[in-house]
């Protein structure tokens, strides 16, 4: 068990760890990502590596998008939301794309 906060490392000697959430200061809703460093007995540390985990409402649904990491100049592309759901029970039966422009 271990109480996250963000930026600060949670350090271990076993390959796994919970997330301990509580009532008082759950993750809000979205996506947040956690990072992992392994350390060998030679004092190496590993290229982080990623996940990103989705904290679903358990009523509306769900949007996940995915798409390519990077595309030719001039390539077309596509967006993929067939991993969205409805926790709640329900099904999505329509999907809004919306260009945002560069950041």
């Known amino acids: 068990m271990a109480d996250f906060i963000i930026n600060n490392d949670v350090r271990t000697d076993t390959p796994t760890v919970e997330v301990t959430i509580s009532p008082n200061n759950p993750l809000p809703l979205g996506r947040h990502t956690f990072r992992l460093v392994v350390v060998d007995d030679s004092g190496n540390s590993s290229i982080p590596d990623e ?53």
């Open 51 to 103: 996940v990103t985990v989705i904290v679903a409402d358990s009523q509306n649904p769900t949007a996940v998008l995915a798409a390519p990491r990077s595309v030719g100049f001039g390539s077309s592309f596509n967006l993929d939301g067939t991993r969205s759901f409805d926790a709640g029970g329900g099904r999505v039966v329509s999907y809004l794309w919306t260009y945002l422009g560069q950041p």
